[in-house]
């Protein structure tokens, strides 16, 4: 069991070091212009892949020079070049996936990314997307935990079905207790904890779950 990250071509100002988020077993995967992230911030790719037509040829030369393995594909086909490397991700068997450089930009990239997290929760693999003023999950009906963070503060529930049914919420400035939550609501935007660990429980339905923190003016 390990940890994954990976690195996709998103607006590089939207990418926090990412070294601060290694450990001793993680695997590092760059999405095209994402190895170009990795190498720039210290990081040996273990696999550089996509068809990395986001960098110039000296750069695609440095990733091929740092990277353990490459895996160039054609500019067309049937996946983007981040599901390339979640799939690559998928076969390491991993325990977490942190997705960096996923966010910003254009709004059909960032939006086509968030939904890649349906198919990392249906198959139990924890799943995460992190960017300078977010952390983003996935998370099916039941009950879960959610420890404080001084660093995404904020903590905001979205209905990504047509409704999440008796969605309980303890531990938080506002508390909830088996509400309806329809598709567009606005009722879970910008609470926050009040405990170092907070339970959300819900019946029916997938919520994002979105920690958040205000960035400097």
Not at 24 to 30: D, N, V
Not at 43 to 70: N, Y
């Amino acid at each position: 069991m390990k940890r994954v990250i990976v690195v996709g071509g998103g607006p590089k100002s939207y990418i926090p070091d990412v070294k601060e988020y290694a450990c001793e077993e993680c695997i590092w995967i760059g999405a095209d212009q994402g190895a170009e992230v990795l190498v720039e911030q210290g990081v040996d790719p273990d696999i550089a892949i996509g068809d990395f037509d986001s960098v110039s040829e000296q750069s695609l030369a440095e990733i091929k020079k740092k990277s353990k393995r490459i895996l160039v594909y054609p500019d067309e086909k049937d996946e983007t070049d981040l599901e390339l490397a979640i799939n690559e991700a998928l076969r390491l068997n991993p325990r977490h996936i942190l997705l960096f450089g996923v966010t910003g930009g254009r709004i059909d990239h960032s939006q086509a990314n968030m939904q890649l997290l349906y198919p990392l929760m249906k198959e139990n693999v924890k799943s995460t997307i992190i960017d300078r003023q977010n952390r983003v999950e996935l998370v099916s009906a039941g009950e879960h935990k959610i420890e404080a963070d001084e660093i995404y503060p904020y903590v905001s529930f979205l209905p990504v079905t047509l409704e999440v049914t008796k969605i309980t919420l303890e531990g938080f400035y506002y508390p909830l207790n088996q509400a309806y939550l329809p598709f567009g609501s606005t009722l879970c935007i910008s609470n926050r904890l009040i405990e170092d660990t907070g339970t959300f429980s819900f019946e029916s339905g997938i919520l994002l779950v979105i920690r958040s923190t205000d960035l400097p003016t």
